[in-house]
């Protein structure tokens, strides 16, 4: 018998794991996340021990925790070729499609793992699922017309759609736009949804990442981590050439 490990224990692990997949004397994506978190302390370890890298950060947070790491952090604009993102999700479906944006970064992420040659993906289990749709799909919007488009995605099938906030005041992101969480349940045709919620004026982006992951690595409680690759990816982070 073994002891089964938390999920933030599956999260160190992953984080701890995804730092040795960082090429030496390479740029990469960081993203934003409890599981990101670990990668940016492990790497930081390695980075003192020797380790050449520099990194494009998804987010204020991250940016301070890279350097607090003593990594060597570079905006987007400056970075040049980005060999990788790693980033987590809040659901991957099965298909390689990915919810994100839980942690308020889903534009900078989506920008960043863009402009990447490769983007992976750090999730446990519980995240890997059939569809997406369980987890609000976050939708980032100009704070002036926001509850007007809360009637626009409705509309679109979504089962509630809720203003974030914290401490009775609107989440802003570090773009300051507004975050709408959509609760949709199952989201049968994420790429027909991303196209629908972008045809909205006022939408700026959507937490729907279509085609951008090229590789899964998935956590378990018993320890073990898998690494699925997409056969269908692009190579550019879902962008085609």
């Keep these: 018998m073994y002891d089964e490990l938390s999920k933030d224990e599956i999260k160190q692990r992953l984080g701890e794991y995804a730092a040795t997949l960082v090429p030496a004397g390479s740029t990469i994506g960081l993203g934003t996340g409890t599981t990101v978190y670990w990668l940016i302390k492990e790497l ?15 987010s204020e947070a991250t940016r301070k925790l890279a350097e607090d790491e003593g990594i060597r952090v570079v905006s987007l604009n400056d970075a040049g ?4 993102t790693i980033d987590g999700a809040d659901e991957a479906s099965f298909g390689f499609q990915l ?17 990447s040659e490769k983007m992976i993906v750090i999730i446990g289990e519980d995240k890997h699922v059939p569809k997406l749709g369980k987890f609000p799909l976050p939708v980032e919007v100009i704070p002036a017309g926001w509850k007007p488009l809360v009637r626009k995605i409705l509309a679109t099938g979504a089962k509630e759609v809720i203003l974030r906030e914290k401490n009775d005041e609107p989440v802003l992101t570090d ?22 919620l972008h045809l909205l004026p006022g939408v700026v982006e959507t937490g729907l990442f279509i085609d951008m992951a090229d590789t899964l690595v998935i956590g378990y ?14 190579g550019t982070g879902g962008i085609k050439s």
């Excluded at 773009?175 to 629908?196: E, K, Q």
């Excluded at 018993?222 to 056969?231: F, S, W």
Aim: proline letters at 4%; one cysteine or more.
């Design 221 to 234: 409680s018993n320890g073990d981590i898998m690494r699925e690759e997409n056969i269908h990816s692009t």
């Design 81 to 84: 070729p980005i060999a990788v």
């Design 99 to 115: 919810i994100k944006g839980g942690g308020a970064a889903l534009l900078q992420e989506k920008m960043v793992a863009a402009a």
């Design 175 to 196: 773009h300051g736009h507004y975050l709408l969480d959509c609760h949709y349940d199952v989201i049968d045709d994420p790429a027909a949804l991303n196209t629908s």
């Design 44 to 58: 930081g370890n390695r980075v003192r021990k020797g380790l050449s890298c520099q990194v494009v950060p998804t």
